[in-house]
Nanobody, 116 residues
């Protein structure tokens, strides 16, 4: 199994910054992709960023990076807005047996609250 542990959420004023981290552990053969999603109250979970793409709403403000050696993905969030308030979830697509079958795994989520 794969465990994803997120950290770095919290309360910040509009215009501030936060950095989220997510580390994958467990019986991992390889991880093909990692990314961040978020879910605001009453809304569906949405993509924030992967190494290949960003949501339009965060382009130019958020930066995703990954340390493959540490199975860790980061999300640097600058110029935060109240509408960025949500629970942020880490996602990893991993093969745990080395046979090319990849499955999605999710972290428990970390709350980001941006006050106006």
């Amino acid at each position: 199994q794969v465990q994803l542990v997120e950290s770095g959420g919290g309360l910040v004023q509009a215009g501030g910054s936060l950095r989220l981290s997510c580390t994958a552990s467990g019986s991992i053969f390889t991880i093909s992709a990692m990314g961040w999603y978020r879910q605001a109250p009453g809304k569906q979970r949405e993509l924030v960023a992967t190494m290949a793409t960003y949501a339009d709403s965060v382009k130019g403000r958020f930066t995703i990076s990954r340390d493959n050696a540490k199975n860790t993905v980061y999300l640097q969030m600058n110029s935060l807005k109240p509408e960025d308030t949500a629970v942020y979830y880490c996602n990893a697509r991993a093969d745990v047996v080395g046979k090319g079958f990849f499955y999605d795994y999710w972290g428990q989520g970390t709350q980001v609250t941006v006050s106006s």
